[in-house]
């Protein structure tokens, strides 16, 4: 998770064009419909998604600078933002999005070497610098499934589920809350462990349907488990 960030600029610019393609197409019916995010329409997804890149533009200056910059002004600021902008058309969210996308780009582009070394105060804490492209990359991929427009984790590039599969997985093996278990991606001979392998269940299938499931994004149809039962019931994650 520490690899050169501006690697991972291409996949975000891929990402974000499949986005603003798919938002391009949404009616002001469809942007006002619920999303996959309870209580959430998909115009809030989308406001959530404008402002995200603009928080992470803060952190990029703060590392930038040295100045203690937080992402969020704070969390009201926050909430009150993205009810304020969830109430707009979609040509509004379509350009916000664009824009917001385009300063988050800038602002990469404008970061001397030694800077990505920096911790920034991010939303749930102190964070590195270096980790910035891929926390929007994550953003733009997972609230793409949330819009329900048919973008699904499968859809996803297998560089960015197997990416995603060991984050979560790393943040599961440091939380008491979750079950012990062995994963197994198809085709893969290393196994993720969570917990006490002594006796757990491996759960194996392809790497986007393990990390749909482990966020939230999907019920696991395609997962299989040794021994045969129910899927583990990992926490929420967050």
């Known amino acids: 998770m520490t690899s050169d960030p501006l690697l991972l600029t291409g996949d975000l610019a891929e990402a974000n064009d499949r986005l603003l393609r798919t938002v391009a197409g949404l009616t ?40 203690p910059i937080p992402m969020y002004a704070s969390v009201e600021a926050r909430n009150a933002d993205i009810e304020a902008g969830a109430g707009r058309g979609p040509a509004d969210l ?72 060991h984050e979560v997985t790393t943040g599961l093996a440091g939380n008491p809350a979750a079950p012990a278990m062995v994963l197994r991606v198809d085709g893969a001979a290393h196994e993720l462990v969570v917990g006490d392998p002594e006796g757990a269940p491996t759960v194996t299938g392809p790497a986007p349907e393990l990390a749909a499931w482990l966020t939230g994004r999907g019920a696991g149809e395609l997962l299989t488990v040794v021994p045969d039962g129910p899927l583990p019931n990992p926490p929420e994650w967050i």
């Not at 006002?32 to 995010?37: G, I, R, T, V, Y």
């Not at 959430?40 to 997804?45: C, E, G, I, L, P």
């Not at 998604?49 to 952190?59: H, I, K, S, T, Y």
Request: without cysteine; neutral net charge; glycine residues 8%.
């Open 94 to 165: 379509l350009d916000d999005l664009r824009r917001s996308g385009q300063r988050f780009d800038a602002a990469v582009a404008q970061m001397p070497a030694e800077a990505w070394g920096a911790m920034v105060q991010a939303r749930r804490g102190p964070w590195p610098a270096a980790l910035l492209v891929w926390g929007r990359l994550r953003e733009v991929e997972v609230h793409h499934v949330d819009l329900a427009t048919g973008y699904r984790p499968a859809d996803w590039p297998e560089a960015f589920a197997q990416r995603l599969l």
């Open 28 to 67: 002001a019916a469809d942007v006002a419909a619920p999303s996959l995010l309870p209580g959430w329409t998909r115009a809030h997804v989308l406001t959530h998604l404008a402002r995200n890149a603009d928080g992470f533009v803060n952190l990029l200056t703060a590392a930038r600078t040295g100045e």
